[in-house]
């Protein structure tokens, strides 16, 4: 069956570091990868898109990469910032539809 | 900063009653959808559509329907509310283009709690 996993602990990390999240798949064969930030009691918002035949993608404090044979996307935050602290969903658009990951919660601490 | 517009946001309702959930987008998108998240989990697609006079249903089973009658607006109707249907409905829209690699604009979601 189609699957796509986050890790379900939360990342806690320290101001300043790096915060990696991990998004695996599998069965399926995405066209697009995207990536959303979403706050308690309130709808994710897009942060990144990535296409199959991208290796990664940059938007200012903000990395992703994509490997269709690991089948695996890593998000990057450099420089994290306590406001940075949210949950952070991979999605996948795959025969017309969006498919969610649960979601990795990550607290960044000042 | 939100173009789409759930409301409401919070409602607590008995068993067996009739309700209809909002949603409301001024970005003149022709795809919308909604979609069923419970607490810690992932987000699951319940109805969508492509444009007027179109709806599917998502890969979720739900007895919820859904209604296209203007490019706008994608209202969700629950029959008789159960306490299974306890969750938060969140309504999203996207651009129709070729490969469909717009991204969704979330609404903040009503969250629906059924006693």
């Known amino acids: 069956s189609q699957k796509i996993e986050q890790n379900s602990e939360a990342l806690n990390i320290q101001e300043g570091k790096t915060a990696t999240l991990t998004c695996n798949y599998t069965?399926?064969?995405?066209?697009?990868l995207q990536w959303y930030r979403q706050d308690p009691g309130r709808g994710p918002v897009f942060l990144l898109l990535?296409?199959?035949?991208?290796k990664e993608k940059r938007k200012e404090r903000l990395k992703v990469t994509f490997d269709t044979t690991l089948k695996q996307s890593l998000f990057h935050i450099t420089a994290s910032q306590p406001a940075d602290s949210a949950t952070y969903l991979c999605?996948?658009?795959?025969?017309?539809?969006?498919?969610f990951g649960s979601g990795t919660k990550l607290n960044v601490k000042p | 900063e939100a173009d789409i517009y759930q409301t409401p946001r919070y409602l607590v309702i008995g068993t067996g009653k009739k309700i209809t959930l909002e949603c409301s987008q001024t970005?003149?998108?022709?795809?919308m959808y909604w979609y069923q998240q419970d607490p810690g989990m992932e987000l699951h697609l319940i109805h969508y559509?492509?444009?007027?006079?179109?709806?599917e249903k998502g890969d979720l089973s739900s007895e919820s329907t859904v209604s296209r009658i203007r490019t706008e607006h994608f209202p969700l109707t629950l029959e008789s509310a159960r306490p299974s249907h306890t969750s938060q409905y969140l309504c999203?829209?996207?651009?129709?283009?070729?490969?469909?690699?717009?991204?969704?604009?979330f609404g903040n979601g009503t969250r629906l709690t059924v006693t």
């Open positions: 999203a829209s996207s651009e129709y283009t070729t490969g469909s690699n717009s991204p969704l604009h």
């Open positions: 069965n399926y064969s995405p066209a697009y």
């Open positions: 990535i296409r199959e035949n991208e």
């Open positions: 999605a996948l658009y795959n025969f017309n539809k969006f498919y």
């Open positions: 970005m003149g998108h022709d795809k």
């Open positions: 559509s492509y444009g007027v006079n179109s709806t």
